[in-house]
């Protein structure tokens, strides 16, 4: 999304990025972009709390208004609730290594039999 902001923007269309990756995005250089320290997949909030999803999606619309250089980044003020996700994201332990190793597993033989069908 972030490469394809940047050639929306050359081609005079001003855009605005919301997202969790901040040291990704900003290096792909868009003109203006919302951070919200979520987890990744979920930057307008949580799922279903549309209180909240209203609240980040109109902060970033006043980024069109606000922002004057290219390049910037402003950080939401929402919270996750707990950074306990934080904590956790992509933790790997002794009790879920197993079913994480038979899902990978899953997904390399999906992966290969998409492959040799496209083939």
């Known amino acids: 999304m972030s490469l394809i902001a940047r050639y929306l923007e050359a081609q005079g269309m001003p855009t605005v990025i919301i997202g969790s990756a901040k040291d990704i995005v900003e290096r792909c250089g868009v003109a203006r972009f919302l951070f919200v320290d979520f987890p990744l997949g979920n930057p ?7 209180a909240m999803q209203a609240r980040i ?3 970033a619309l006043t980024l069109f208004k606000d922002i004057t250089r290219p390049g910037t980044t402003c950080c939401s003020e929402e919270q996750w609730g707990t950074s306990i996700w934080k904590e956790r994201y992509m933790e790997v ?12 597993e899953v997904l390399r033989i999906r992966r290969a039999q998409r492959t040799r069908r496209s083939s």
């Open 44 to 50: 307008c909030g949580k799922p279903w709390d549309r």
């Open 93 to 104: 332990t002794p009790a879920n290594k197993a079913e994480l190793a038979a899902k990978g």
């Open 57 to 59: 999606v109109k902060q």
